[in-house]
């Protein structure tokens, strides 16, 4: 529902008279953008792992998952206000672009996630063979973790 809600901001946003929207997005702007559909999915990957009838957590996982759900939340926010007070008077039409682009390297990274993990099964430390494993795409997904980039 969140990223719905997210991308109808940015598609509503896209068809603004073009003289409400002359500047062209800055790296954050876009940045931003492409963040803000990958971290709506880490609020709903948080929430639904949270929410699973008939499997309860231990508490201390459970804890775990909620700090971490805030911490996405928080995130996620942030970058829905940084949007909204740059949004209109920028050409929105890079800014779609890039938060596809974020849609689509979410999905390449769920797979990239899903090989690593396959390729270290076997492995002798599987768990520092899998956080070895990086592709480009699962860096540019990570940028999303800290947005120490992100004004306040």
């Not at 876009?30 to 929410?51: D, F, G, M, T, W």
């Amino acid at each position: 529902m969140k990223e719905a809600t997210a991308a109808a901001f940015l598609i509503s946003s896209a068809y603004l008279p073009q003289a409400f929207a002359q500047q062209a997005p800055s790296d954050v702007d876009l940045r931003a953008a492409y963040c803000l559909p990958i971290v709506n999915q880490q609020v709903a990957v948080y929430q639904n792992a949270l929410s699973s009838p008939g499997h309860p957590l231990p508490a201390q996982l459970e804890q775990m998952i909620k700090n971490m759900a805030a911490d996405a939340q928080g995130r996620a926010d942030h970058l829905k206000r940084y949007l909204q007070r740059r949004i209109a008077d920028l050409d929105a039409t890079a800014l779609l672009a890039a938060a596809e682009q974020g849609k689509q390297d979410l999905q390449r990274g769920a797979q990239d996630v899903i090989q690593c993990m396959s390729s270290c099964q076997n492995d002798t430390n599987p768990a520092a063979c899998t956080s070895s494993c990086s592709t480009d795409t699962l860096a540019r997904v990570r940028r999303c973790t800290n947005l120490d980039w992100l004004p306040p």
